[in-house]
Each structure stands twice: as C-alpha cells, then as structure tokens.
Antibody, heavy 112, light 106 residues
Framework: EVQLQQSGAELVKPGASVKLSCKTSGYTFSNYYMSWLKQMPGQNIEWIGNIYGGNGGTGYNQKFKGKATLTVDKSSSTAYMDLSSLTSEDSAVYFC?????WGQGTLVTVSS | DIQMTQSPSFLSATVGDRVTINCKASQNINKYLNWYQQKLGEAPKRLIYNTNSLQTGIPSRFSGSGSGTDYTLTISSLQPEDVATYFCLQHNSGYTFGAGTKLELK
C-alpha cells in the first residue's frame, strides 16, 4: 500500500525557514516524481514544484522559485521541501503528492 | 499559463440527484484533466484522471467527460458521503487547479 506520511504542524516566526518532510512507502521511490502543493483557505490549490526520486531533478512553478527548495533522500525514500524567508503569505497547508496519492498535509503557521 | 474556470462554486442537491460540475480551460488541454474530492480536514482524493479514467476504488457513480477546453464531472446518483469540495486539475502544461465546487445536501 502506497503511503505518504508528512511531518507535523509547524509554528515559525517571520523571516525564518522551515523544512517539511514526506516519508514514503509501498512503491519504488526512485521511479516517480513527487509534487508539492500549497493550499490556503478560500484559495485555489497551487502546484509548487516536483522532484524526481531517481536523480533529484526538479521543476518549479515560477512563483515559488527562491521560496521553495525540493530535495530527496533516496536511502530513506523521503522527500523534503525547504521554505525560506517566511511571511504570513506562506501560512498554509502543504501537501506532497505522487500520482493519485497524497500525504495528509502539514500546516505551517507563520506568526511572531 | 493555463487558467481553469470551475462552475458552479456552490451546489446544493438532494440524495439521488444527478450532479454535474464543469471546468473550462483557457486553452486546449488535450484531456489532461483530473478530478479530486476533498472532505473537510482531509487531503484531496483523486477520483478521475485523464478526463474519464476512474481511480481504483472510486464508486462507479463518478464519471468524467470532455475534450478540448471543456470538461465535466458527473455524479449519477448523489449519496450523503459525497458531500465535499471538488476540484479539477489540468496537467497538460504545468499544473493548474480550479477554484473548487462545494457540494452539500439540500
């Protein structure tokens, strides 16, 4: 069974960075792309970017270049997303997704 | 960038009703259109991929159709557990979601 288990909720201060994780199981991590998405209340879901599990090759939504950095650790079948220089506009639920499978989401709250 | 216009934004229907939700793309997306269901506090669940392919485990009352710029999700007979928000996603060029349709029971 494919599972994507995301890290827990984060409360971070403005200007700080945060690293989210998405630990996978049940499929061959190296053979698939992992996408990351952002959902803010009342707004469209946004695709942030994706990363190939095999070689770490990435593609980004232009809007999130410089904000998000995607990496993978093949040894643990885990994908990561770093979010930098956080502002209130980064407060959202972030999902990882592979094909039709989604993680449960991580709530990031940016507040002083 | 491709824009997705989803309608209606809100839908109220009775158990047993046939329900349709529409997405219109700003350009031809070659049937690269998925539909998702999201219940409160949960991650989206993919129902349909590439316009009309039913995701494994999804009830057959859900179906998708369309081509070019116009796509439709149909629920043939609404059930109480279908109360949710529904999104379309185009993945022909980048990835763009529709704004969502909130479906509730009348």
């Amino acid at each position: 069974e494919v599972q994507l288990q995301q890290s827990g909720a984060e409360l971070v201060k403005p200007g700080a960075s945060v690293k989210l994780s998405c630990k996978t199981s049940g499929y061959t991590f190296s053979n698939y792309y992992m996408s990351w998405l952002k959902q803010m209340p009342g707004q469209n879901i946004e695709w942030i970017g994706n990363i190939y599990g095999g070689n770490g090759g990435t593609g980004y939504n232009q809007k999130f270049k410089g904000k998000a950095t995607l990496t993978v650790d093949k040894s643990s079948s885990t994908a990561y997303m770093d979010l930098s220089s956080l502002t209130s506009e980064d407060s959202a639920v972030y999902f990882c997704a592979m094909g039709g499978y989604w993680g449960q989401g991580t709530l990031v709250t940016v507040s002083s | 960038d491709i824009q997705m216009t989803q309608s209606p934004s809100f839908l109220s229907a009775t158990v047993g009703d046939r329900v349709t939700i529409n997405c219109k793309a700003s350009q031809n997306i070659n049937k690269y259109l998925n539909w998702y269901q999201q219940k409160l506090g949960e991650a989206p669940k993919r129902l349909i991929y590439n316009t009309n392919s039913l995701q494994t485990g999804i009830p057959s009352r859900f179906s998708g159709s369309g081509s070019g710029t116009d796509y439709t999700l149909t629920i043939s007979s609404l059930q109480p557990e279908d109360v949710a928000t529904y999104f379309c996603l185009q993945h022909n060029s980048g990835y763009t979601f529709g704004a969502g349709t909130k479906l509730e029971l009348k």
